[in-house]
């Protein structure tokens, strides 16, 4: 299995090179030249099989330079009871029939990008082995709040790595900074920086782009990674939880094997879709996927017109994991929806990057719709879906969650409906109280974790219940335009 460019301009690469590059130097992100294919036989022998045993052959499937051996030790070195508290790893719990919620957040950051940032270090220090690699690795990470944590949380003291995460001052949630800033490990870096997170994930493909930072980089003896959705090796692991989820499902009895069911999926930067894309190509009975936006409402607008326009008020709402109006891996899905077109791939990128939108043919929009559905809800339509929830089920959503619950609620068509839970309520404290209270707190969110915990009855999740009692970094500034300068100075201040 070998790895091309979404853009047509690179040799294909082994999954190993692709995951230390991150992305291609040239521009585009790698995609594997064919998808694997699993038939009903095969569904039928992963029913019974453990999280960590279905993740062993799903990997395996697409890492051919990775020997089986290697496999079972990255993974069992990610999925275990010290890292998740749930023997499941991504359980699913039953809002209702027919409706059902995969728990992504049982690691150890509370979020779902512990699905894969927990195994991404470990495939990455096993490629920089396979590749060759002889210099320090430093990873660059744009952040809307949850992949920060997680992503530092994943490589701190990794040797041979260096991680630098970049978040937009005041565009992420009080819980979420304190979390960046208690990481603990001495090659972990944090930066907020004066802008959205459009501006600091466009600032980090820059500076893999730059030849100049990146020689510059090359002479301090290191070179770049990436710890995003970009990155091949974050992706895949992520298609192991949709096969996980539907065979929980046909184990308990709620559907045959074979049924098709559908998932709806709170998105920002496409990477959780795309993956249960990849898993519906690979066999796996999948409908519909559904796009759930918020009030940033960029690609419900786009699945549903084919247009996409980045034009448009960039909105900081209470969900801000999903405040994102350029979505990264929708370049990935456009490449596979274009047949491999990568010259027209190219050309919506660039129009992208000139004009703040393009548009796809209509053969190309009817695939899309073929597959995926959308919808989008606002902040207050999101703390009624919470106070809703917990009113008729007794179950507590975050802000996201709830998004998605709402969506598949109006999308749903008589089929078994998933939705990807992808942060524990109370990273999202403030907002969840006003969802289920109905009025403000008036504390801010560390004071209220205990507070919604006793009305709630539900608990703190173990990432967030000893933040205060932990050492705190410096908080540092900086401008959109001072991102190299601060990489550079890290680089040199080892």
């Not at 960046?180 to 004066?194: E, P, R």
């Not at 403000?440 to 009855?457: C, F, I, M, R, W």
Request: some cysteine; proline content about 3%.
């Amino acid at each position: 299995m070998k790895y091309i460019s979404t853009r047509d301009n690179s040799q294909s690469v082994s999954a190993a090179e692709a995951i230390v590059r991150g992305m291609v130097p040239e521009g585009g992100l790698y995609v594997p030249e064919s998808i694997p294919s699993l038939d009903k036989a095969a569904l039928g022998e992963m029913v019974d099989m453990r999280y960590q045993d279905m993740a062993e052959k799903i990997l395996g499937l697409y890492l051919a330079d990775f020997s089986a051996e290697e496999i079972h030790e990255i993974v069992n070195a990610a999925y275990n009871a010290e890292s998740f508290d749930s023997a499941d790893v991504a359980p699913v719990v039953k809002l209702r029939d027919g409706l059902y919620v995969l728990e992504l957040w049982h690691g150890p950051t509370a979020a779902f990008k512990d699905m894969a940032l927990q195994i991404l270090p470990h495939l990455l220090v096993h490629s920089m082995k396979k590749t060759g690699v002889d210099k320090e690795v430093v990873i660059l990470v744009a952040t809307s709040g949850d992949t920060g944590k997680a992503a530092l949380e994943g490589f701190k003291d990794v040797a041979g790595t260096r991680i630098i995460a970049f978040y937009p001052d005041g565009g992420v949630s009080e819980v979420q900074e304190l979390q960046m800033l208690t990481t603990s490990g001495s090659n972990t870096y944090t930066f907020a920086v004066k802008g959205n997170f459009d501006d600091c994930q466009r600032a980090v493909k820059e500076a893999f782009a730059n030849e100049a930072l990146v020689d510059a980089v090359a002479d301090l003896g290191c070179q770049f990674s990436s710890a995003n959705s970009i990155n091949w090796g974050r992706l895949l692991p992520q298609i192991v939880y949709y096969f996980f989820a539907y065979m929980q499902l046909v184990k308990r009895g709620e559907i045959a094997l074979g049924d098709a069911i559908d998932f709806t999926v709170p998105t920002g930067n496409f990477g959780n879709i795309l993956a249960g894309w990849f898993a519906r190509e690979m066999g796996l009975p999948v409908s519909k996927l559904v796009c759930a936006s918020n009030a940033n409402d960029v690609l419900d607008e786009f699945i549903r017109t084919g247009v996409y326009n980045a034009n448009r008020p960039f909105l900081k709402t209470n969900s801000p994991s999903m405040d994102i109006l350029i979505s990264s891996n929708l370049e990935r899905f456009l490449y596979l929806m274009s047949e491999r077109n990568g010259q027209a791939v190219t050309a919506d990128m660039q129009a992208l990057q000139k004009d703040g939108k393009y548009s796809v043919a209509p053969e190309v929009l009817a695939r899309i719709q073929d597959v995926l559905a959308s919808g989008a809800v606002d902040e207050a339509g999101t703390l009624d879906e919470i106070g809703k929830i917990f009113d008729e089920c007794g179950y507590l959503l975050d802000t996201h969650t709830a998004i998605a619950v709402r969506v598949a609620e109006a999308a749903t068509d008589g089929r078994a409906m998933v939705v990807d839970s992808t942060a524990n309520p109370y990273k999202f404290v403030n907002a969840v109280w006003q969802g289920v209270s109905g009025e403000a707190s008036g504390l801010d969110d560390l004071a209220l974790l205990g507070t919604l915990s006793e009305k709630t009855d539900t608990p703190v999740h173990r990432a967030l219940a000893n933040l205060t009692d932990l050492p705190k970094k410096d908080r540092r500034v900086i401008a959109v335009a001072d991102i190299n300068d601060a990489i550079l100075d890290v680089i040199k201040n080892k």
